[in-house]
């Protein structure tokens, strides 16, 4: 008998390990100053910015997000070369262990493709962003108009 | 060599360093950018976004300044025309004597009323100018500009790479200088004042 209440207290400590884990993982990122820039009524495309913070010890990575008011989002990257602005498409953006990804004008952004509406200075725009490791976080970006924010 | 002749080199060596010291900061006062642009400018001819034909020439006795890029732009146009925004809030009564023309590199998108709309949006004095590509390459190569069209897999479909340099054009039509789209709204605006005066 005491033997199974052994067995049952070690096993009970192992599922509270696992949930804690589990729970550290949930909240291993935080989104700091998160924006949409607002554009001309008609502009179809739009770019989202954001400060992702990992607090935990291992890389975890970004690799797509997505939001009802529009087609798809995508992760893109603006880097000078030759003289040239260059933009282009990524599968991830790694968020190094106890770091951080910043998501800027001129480097990372969130592209939002194919607007259904035109966004409005001020509203809150509901995101839902999946990383490495299951970890899906739902976030509000806010419209703001990139005078503001150079 | 003496020991007053040895003086006189230490002094004039001093006074060469801080001549030079302070020439290198004048230069990166920001009030005038000094990329290269000899032997670029000049007047053209394209479609404006009220599909008029223009010429450079119509600005004479402005200050224009000239940018090249799309309207699909997710980032660095709206930056520019975001921080001239604010150059215009800068030069005051000024701005009224400076036009900004935004010159599309992407003619298949951009349509006049789509240049119209976007640049309507950032309510600064700025022109939307089109044209064949031809044309518009041409103007691209001109002022030393550059841009490439990339097939890209992304659902925004391609991408156009290109310079994001202002080109700064005086009231006789003359390329003075050109700035870096990181230069700042401080630097900028003492680029126009200068003309203004």
New interface residues.
């Given amino acids: 008998m005491l033997k199974r209440i052994f067995v049952l207290f070690v096993f009970a400590i192992f599922c509270l390990c696992g949930l804690s884990t589990q729970s550290q993982t949930g909240s291993a990122i935080t989104i700091k100053d998160a924006w949409i ?1 607002q ?9 989202g910015f954001m400060i992702v913070e990992n607090h935990s010890g291992k890389e975890i990575a970004l690799i797509s997000a997505k939001s009802d008011i529009c ?2 989002v ?1 992760l ?1 990257k ?1 880097e000078t ?9 990524v599968d991830q953006v790694v968020v190094p262990a106890n770091g951080q990804a910043e998501f800027k ?2 480097g990372y ?1 969130l ?1 939002i ?2 607007l259904n509406r035109a966004l409005k200075e001020g509203e809150d725009i509901e995101v839902k962003l999946q990383f490495t490791s299951n970890i899906e976080k739902t976030i509000h970006m806010q419209v703001k ?3 503001s ?2 | 060599m003496t020991l007053k002749m040895h003086k006189i080199a230490c002094l004039l060596l001093v006074l060469i360093a801080v001549v030079g010291l302070q020439s290198c900061s004048a230069s990166s006062g920001g009030t005038v950018n000094t990329h290269n642009h000899s032997g670029h400018g000049g007047d053209f001819k394209l479609i404006d976004f009220d599909n008029r034909p223009f010429e450079l020439s119509q600005l004479r006795g402005k200050v224009v300044l000239i940018f090249f890029g799309y309207t699909s732009c997710a980032d660095a146009c709206p930056t520019m025309l975001s921080k001239l925004k604010r150059v215009y809030t800068e030069l005051g009564d000024g701005q009224k004597d400076v036009q900004t023309v935004f010159i599309s590199v992407d003619p298949d998108r951009d349509t006049p009323a789509a240049l119209k709309d976007f640049l309507g949006f950032f309510s600064i004095h700025a022109i939307g100018l089109t044209g064949k590509k031809e044309d518009i390459d041409k103007v691209v190569h001109q002022y030393g500009a550059s841009y490439e069209l990339e097939q890209s897999d992304s659902a925004a479909g391609y991408h156009i790479n290109h310079s994001t340099y202002l080109y700064l054009i005086d009231q006789t039509g003359a390329l003075r200088n050109q700035f870096k789209h990181t230069d700042s709204v401080d630097a900028i605006a003492a680029g126009i004042k200068q003309l203004l005066k």
């Fill in positions: 820039q554009g001309p009524p008609s502009q179809k495309n739009t770019a087609n798809v995508e893109h603006m070369v030759n003289e040239m602005m260059r933009m282009k498409k004008p001129g952004h592209m493709i194919g108009n990139r005078e924010m150079n």
